[in-house]
């Protein structure tokens, strides 16, 4: 059981270039989402996806695109890589109830921009 | 601005002791408060959970309290043990299943044998 899966787990860029961090589950979750993880700044939510087909905004999303391909694919896509999107990036899914959302985080992608 | 602000930044606890990590939040449409723990290289993982309508909640050595009046609530961790050494988050949900959870900034605890 993978659960949530991501790549590449390092890349370094060079300012303007651009790549696409990928991203799967094997839970059938309805909701993904996309977060970065800087020092002293904790988990900010940059893109989410409540189900295939819609995606939006979070908390950081200037510099990024998403898209939800379908309900086990969520993408994220930096199009002119800048320094300050260095970090950690998490690729997280969750299953959602009335009761609480239990969100499983994939193992991190290091990104540096030089 | 901060919607959820956790303290103390880092923790340093002996063996046997107890860790205590506090945080705080403004809005009331929170309904949802669970607490994340992560090991270096690794992604976070759930630990324990509450909801606004219990006070307490205990899973073998960990402690959440939660004070819905001071809108604040908090993980205890009993009997500290050098493996528990990690960051923890806490976090709270805006209303509703479809609601997002916002991130406190994280306590790094170092656990001393």
């Known amino acids: 059981n993978a659960g949530v899966t991501q790549t590449p787990k390092f890349q370094v860029l060079k300012t303007g270039q651009s790549m696409t961090l990928q991203c799967a589950q094997d839970?059938?979750?309805?909701?993904m989402y996309w977060y970065r993880q800087d020092p002293g700044m904790g988990l900010r939510l940059i893109y989410y996806s409540a189900s295939e087909g819609t995606t939006d905004k979070g908390e950081v999303p200037n510099g990024y695109n998403v898209s939800r391909l379908n309900k086990r694919e969520f993408s994220l896509r930096l199009e002119s890589a800048a320094p300050s999107q260095t970090s950690v990036y998490f690729c997280?899914?969750?299953?959602?109830?009335?009761?609480?959302?239990?969100?499983?985080f994939g193992e991190g992608s290091w990104l540096t921009v030089v | 601005q901060q919607q959820v602000k956790q303290s103390p930044q880092s923790l340093i606890v002996q063996k046997g002791g107890i860790s205590i990590i506090n945080c705080a939040y403004e809005n009331t449409a929170f309904d949802y408060f669970p607490w994340y723990q992560q090991f270096p290289g690794k992604g976070p993982a759930l630990l324990i959970a509450i909801r606004p309508d219990v006070s307490e909640k205990k899973e073998g050595r960990f402690t959440i309290s939660f004070n819905k009046s001071a809108k604040q609530f908090s993980l205890h961790i009993m009997d500290s043990q050098p493996g528990d050494s990690a960051t923890y988050f806490c976090?709270?949900?805006?209303?509703?299943?479809?609601?997002?959870?916002?991130f406190g900034k994280g306590t790094k605890l170092s656990v001393k044998p």
């Open positions: 976090a709270a949900r805006r209303g509703g299943s479809q609601g997002n959870l916002i």
């Open positions: 997280a899914s969750s299953e959602d109830s009335i009761d609480g959302n239990t969100i499983y």
């Open positions: 839970m059938n979750h309805n909701s």
